[in-house]
């Protein structure tokens, strides 16, 4: 597989999360980071199209509801909700959604554009996946919007959000974690940092650079192989493609656990090799700055990085998947 391909099909990554009855995605390109919901500021004078402002990376950024913008009655918040971190060429900007999906390449295919765009409509084009349609948000019409001196309809948003103890603590604990993770971040680094996905196995933290990620998956029918090393689980069918799926703690020599009846599954390639890695559980997007990775490694183990107060072990998967065991050379 040519890296011009690779490259072409990064472009099409595309972030896909739940907002109520639907579902709506972003250029993974686009996206900084995922982060639980916090508490927001609610400034008297704030227009009636943004939800909350949240410090962001030393910025004071808008969080938005996109039910607001396409005349959607909003449904109360929970301690459950996730807002999707974007940037545009001008601002950044926070998305309040029910549930982050995962990540898919869009088959070009696939993509329905809507007619008659213009830059004022935030949904520029359909997808197609299976039986249900995905969709795609035009950030840039979203900076216009949120800019614009549209009017809406007055909305208390303040009434969306719990009013219990419990969860007002917790998201003013999320506020708390957002401000001291700032120490650790520069504003002039914000569009040069390596994007990282991070997940679970047992209860340590890993993370793969998301160029090297082709599709994360939820819920994949793996049919076993007999015969074959203790770390290859099996094999699933991705759209008529036979991959072989590697349990990543065996592989990695890591005591195994009882895992749930269906893991997450991350699929990743380079121009060599695509192959799936059964995990625990994906955690969340993130970046670390250029100046921290190193440029080389000779373990399928790359380097640490601490990371929310947590280590993260950064896979190498150029080398992992170079690893001769995963060539069989005899029949």
């Known amino acids: 597989m040519s890296s011009e391909f690779l490259l072409e099909q990064n472009k099409n990554n595309h972030l896909y999360f739940r907002v109520g009855d639907n579902k709506y995605a972003v250029n993974s390109n686009s996206v900084l980071e995922i ?16 939800v909350g402002l949240m410090k962001y990376n030393h910025f004071v950024i808008n969080v938005v509801d996109i039910r607001f913008y396409l005349n959607i009655q909003p449904t109360p918040y929970t301690t459950a909700n996730e ?3 974007i940037k545009t060429d001008e601002t950044i900007i926070g998305i309040v959604v029910d549930k ?3 990540i898919l390449p869009f088959v070009t295919s696939k993509v329905d554009s809507l007619p008659f765009i213009d830059k004022r409509m935030l949904i520029d084009a ?11 948000i035009n950030i840039f019409s979203l900076e216009s919007i949120i800019k614009g001196s549209d009017s809406f309809e007055p909305y208390n948003v303040q009434t969306l959000f719990p009013a219990d103890e419990s969860s007002k603590s917790l998201f003013a604990l999320r ?3 957002l401000a001291e993770k700032e120490k650790f971040q520069f504003v002039h680094e914000i569009y040069t940092k390596d994007k990282f996905i991070s997940f679970m ?13 082709k599709e994360v998956l939820k819920d994949t029918n793996i049919i076993n192989v007999p015969c074959t090393p203790d770390f290859i689980r099996g094999i699933m069918n991705l759209r008529g493609d036979f991959i072989a799926v590697i349990d990543l703690k065996r592989f990695l020599n890591i005591s195994p656990s009882v895992y749930e009846e269906k893991n997450p599954i991350i699929i990743v390639e380079n121009e060599d090799l695509t192959l799936a890695l059964y995990i625990d559980k994906i955690n969340e997007l993130f970046e670390i700055p250029d100046e921290i990775i190193p440029k080389n490694s000779e373990n399928s183990v790359s380097f640490d990085i601490i990371y929310k107060d947590k280590v993260h072990t950064i896979l190498n998967i150029d080398r992992m998947l170079k690893d001769k065991r995963l060539f069989i050379t005899d029949m």
């Open 100 to 102: 982050v999906e995962g």
């Open 35 to 50: 982060i639980k919901l916090p508490l927001l500021d609610y400034p008297q004078r704030l227009p009636n199209n943004i």
């Open 175 to 177: 506020s708390t974690e």
């Open 201 to 213: 196995l047992n209860n340590n933290h890993y993370g793969i650079k998301l160029r090297y990620i």
């Open 83 to 85: 807002v999707v971190i």
């Open 126 to 136: 359909l997808y197609k996946l299976n039986d249900e349609t995905i969709f795609i």
